[in-house]
């Protein structure tokens, strides 16, 4: 059985930084890109990064030069470092994997609440 399990939200102010671990089990974690996505109240979900099994990356234009993705194999983690964070940045954030080969979201973990607020 596949599981996703996020953590490191929380309360931080304007300006602030967190880091979110997604961590990964029942699956062939090498071989799957994985991504992060959020979603606002009264806004959809919307994918913020990816990162591909070799380790290109890609983000949403809103998150361009203050998070990063990255991940480790050999520990089945994922990461999000978000830097200089905007209260527009409030929401829920989902660790997912996608369909093999694609960036079709496939697996979703239970999210974890980041609040940007002063």
């Known amino acids: 059985q596949v599981q996703l399990a996020e953590s490191g939200g929380g309360l931080v102010q304007p300006g602030g930084s967190l880091r979110l671990s997604c961590a990964a089990s029942?699956?062939?974690?090498?071989?799957?890109?994985m991504g992060w996505y959020r979603q606002a109240p009264g806004k959809e979900r919307e994918l913020v990064a990816s990162?591909?099994?070799?380790?290109?990356?890609s983000y949403a234009d809103s998150v361009k030069g203050r998070f990063t993705i990255s991940r480790d194999n050999a520990k089945k983690l994922v990461y999000l470092q978000m830097n200089s964070l905007k209260p527009d940045d409030t929401a829920v954030y989902y660790c997912?994997?996608?369909?093999?080969?694609?960036?079709?979201?496939?697996?979703w973990g239970q999210g974890t609440q980041v609040t940007v607020s002063s």
């Open positions: 997912n994997s996608f369909i093999l080969g694609t960036y079709r979201p496939l697996h």
């Open positions: 029942g699956i062939f974690f090498n071989i799957y890109n």
């Open positions: 990162i591909s099994s070799g380790g290109s990356t």
